[in-house]
Structure formats: structure tokens, C-alpha cells
């Protein structure tokens, strides 16, 4: 059975940071891109940040970039998003993804992803 399970989201003042941790299981994760999307309630999930299987390759959606970094380390199937100079309007539910194909390029919208974790909230207070 494969799963995500995130952690580490939490409350922080705006300027503050918070590093969120992905735990895969049950597939061999390190042969497929990741992505971190979010939702915040009644928007659609939005595009974060994505980062290959090797993780020689990052992309991230324009209103993180500069603020955040994903990595991974594929000997304990985890991918991280490190978010630095958080702000009120990165409140949301962050979701991790896997990817739908293995060694594939990476993909930035959602019907590319077929695994995804429960969810952890960030709140960034002003």
C-alpha cells in the first residue's frame, strides 16, 4: 500500500520558517518526481514546488520562489520543502505528491501526480 504522510506544518509569525517532511512508503519513491502543492479552503490546490527523481532538477510556482527549497533524500524515501520568509498569505493545507510515471520529467500540475499524502497546515499569523 503506498503512502505520504507530511509533517511539520504549524504556527508562525510572518518572516518566520517551517521545514515540512514527506515520509513515502510502499513504492520505490526515489524513482519518481515529487511535488508539494496546497489549498487554501474554497481555492483550487495550487502548484508549490516539484523537484526530480535524481533531485538534480526544481521548479517552484511564482509566489514561493526565492522564499522556498524542496530536496530530497531518497535513502529515507522523504522529500522536504524548507519555507523561509513565510507570509500571512501561505496559510494553507500543504499536500505532498508522487508522481504518475517514473523517471519522467517534472510536472507541475496535479493530474501528473497519482499518490498523495493527508495534508499538514501552515499558518502564518501577521
Known amino acids: 500500500q503506498v503512502q505520504l504522510v507530511e509533517s511539520g506544518g504549524g504556527l508562525v509569525q510572518a518572516g518566520g520558517s517551517l521545514r515540512l517532511s514527506c515520509a513515502g512508503s510502499g513504492r520505490t519513491f526515489s524513482s519518481y518526481a515529487m511535488g508539494w502543492f496546497r489549498q487554501e479552503p474554497g481555492k483550487e490546490r495550487e502548484f508549490v514546488a516539484a523537484?526530480?527523481?535524481?533531485?538534480?532538477?526544481?521548479y517552484y510556482g511564482d509566489s514561493v520562489k526565492g522564499r522556498f527549497t524542496i530536496s530530497r533524500e531518497n535513502a529515507k524515501n522523504t522529500v522536504y520543502l524548507q519555507m523561509n520568509s513565510l507570509k500571512p498569505e501561505d496559510t494553507a493545507v500543504y499536500y505532498c505528491?508522487?508522481?504518475?510515471?517514473?523517471?519522467?520529467?517534472?510536472?507541475?500540475?496535479?493530474?501528473?501526480?497519482?499518490?498523495w499524502g493527508q495534508g499538514t497546515q501552515v499558518t502564518v499569523s501577521s
Open positions: 523537484i526530480s527523481w535524481s533531485g538534480g532538477s526544481t
Open positions: 505528491a508522487a508522481d504518475r510515471l517514473p523517471i519522467v520529467g517534472v510536472h507541475t500540475t496535479l493530474p501528473e501526480y497519482d499518490y
